[in-house]
């Protein structure tokens, strides 16, 4: 995974609470085999008119926001569906990080394995950050994940918290199923000593592809 | 962290039963016992997986399931869809590869991935229970620790069978009193999240007590579990009782004779000790509950059958009455209207939220003699399994909802999500027995009622949204 650091990036605000992930990527592009794509349909519905034409009242389409790629949001961020899809969406577009009060626990989880940085503030922080983006055009943040701190260059300077844990994924680009498969024998271990089997006990219409197990 | 030995919750005991490995600062690694898998989320998983050279490492507690995108139409018709077809094939040759159980599309057990785990009894007291889809926390009705994961944790389970958790708040949320009759599972978990909101729970684990929730039936249970991500909460969990142990004993992978008697045993243990402390504990009174409807476009969105829709200047928060403001746009509503006077034109009764047995009984049971209105254009019952539909098709519920003017489908998620051909249409209104009323949900524009079965089936017969509790054939419905 591609390893996060600092990031200096203009800003794009989403000015609305709860955006769920149906509307980051709509069912209707959930029957994709790859992760590859999901920036150019990313909030289909909301981005375009019918015939595929940009929604010119979708703050997305807005020319002064082009090449933005800090999504600043409101509380409650991303809820609903776990898609993956969404966090896909979010960085192919080419948002590496999301400023928000709050989110949605699945989503949160789901950016840390993709790259993105979802920082969290206060609400007055951002409502602070939402008019100065209001006010400035290209108006841009600098993120730095070492410090831990959000500034833009009037000298505004924001600490935002994060787990330890989370912040060494990010700027270490960490493969987690490596780094899990490094602890293998604890695995064993534990399978040895509980022994969780899924003994079938009748016949369900169950096509059975016994792999040697 | 961890709290004293003897006042442990429900989650602490599960989660301390599946610690791989703990190492301070860091999150735990954690056992997953069993691992759902369907169509929608999975393809990239195992792409993953084969590019890395990996395996799958426990295909035996792995089952797979297509249900996502199935036709709920003649299965023997060739499948029209081809992006749909890709991930079915795709499925098949994973599971085929990897040597996992499939219930593919035309299995007789075949079903939602979330109704066809207990119904099977692969569902068990104390399990940890992951798949990638949010919905994955119905099966904490039987006591279990499951949760919705995304696709790359879902390649993490195959790879590893663990994954790496950082332990949950928990949340304690207790139902009082008896529900009143035409109140159903479906009206106490809108209500739960109507007050709490729909990120009230973000970071915690839920679990449910008092005696609204202890009465309820497995399939009412599984209700209240199945919506509690609604509420942010990405688990909820009901400790086992005899209600649960009733409801495993003789499903096909539940153990049997005497070693279900031992594992009897083990269940009656996890519940969570007299004194044991949560984050934050919210009560609510069953008795001044009253049958629910969503009048927005999320499931916090949602009021009392006989309130009125809203007006943007009823929150004192900016960003509420500019929610508020925007949802009644996109459900052309007008604040002000009485919830009753909402008409409807389709109706929805199926989803892993109420597509069960006690669901397709009580909303037979109220339209049986009766016929959907003129103005309804379709109305569908999509039960959640096939064993489901084969049980109802005994009972003859079949012929009931058929001779009302209902469709009798097969088993998939369906209007739910839309992601097969039952769409709703774009401004038509349904009253939908499902999880999510979020904008383009069931189909793009399309306006979303969440409501119980028995809501459904009145709203139906009715052509708009009544108060059941004021028609005379409601009995205790669940």
Redesign the interface.
Known sequence: MQPFSTHTGMVMPL????V?T??MV???F??????EGFGRILFY?WRYLPGEKPNPEFVLNFPRYKGASVLLA???FG??????HA?WGVKDYGFRVVVAP?????FY??CF??GILPATLPEEQIEELFQRTEKEEGYSLTVNLPNQTIADKHGLMFKFEI???RKEVLLKGLD??G???L??P??TA??KS?A?????????????????? | MTANNSHKTLYQKIWDSHVVREDPGQPSIIYIDRHLIHEGTSPQAFAGLRAEGRKVRRPDLTFAVMDHSVSTTDRTLPILDNDAKLQFDALEKNCRESGVRLFDMNSKNQGIVHIIGPELGITQPGQTIVCGDSHTSTHGAFGTLAFGIGTSEVEHVLATQCLVQSRSKTLHILVHGKRPKGVTAKDLILAIIGKIGIGGGNGHVAEYGGEAIRSLSMDGRMTVCNMTIEGGARAGMIAPDETTFAFLEGRPFVPRGKAFQEAVDRWKLLKSDEGAKFDMTVELHAEQIAPQVTWGTNPGMVSSVTSRVPDPHDFKDLNDQKATESALKYMGLKAGTPIVDIPVDRVFIGSCTNSRLDDLRAAAHFVEGKHIAKSIKQALIVPGSRGIKTQAEKEGLDKIFTAAGFEWRDAGCSMCIGMNADVLPPHERSASTSNRNFEGRQGKDSRTHLVSPVMAAAAAIAGHFVDVRSLDDVSSVE
């Open positions: 000015d609305r609470v709860n769920d149906d509307q709509p069912k209707q959930l029957k994709a085999l790859t992760r519905d409101r509380a409650n809820c609903g569906s776990s898609r993956e966090p709050s989110y949605a626990d699945i989880n789901n394995k993709n787990a330890p844990s987690d199923i780094t899990t498969l602890h293998e604890d695995i534990y399978e509980h969780a089997t899924a003994t079938m006990f009748d016949a369900v219409d169950v096509k059975y592809y016994s792999n040697g197990h």
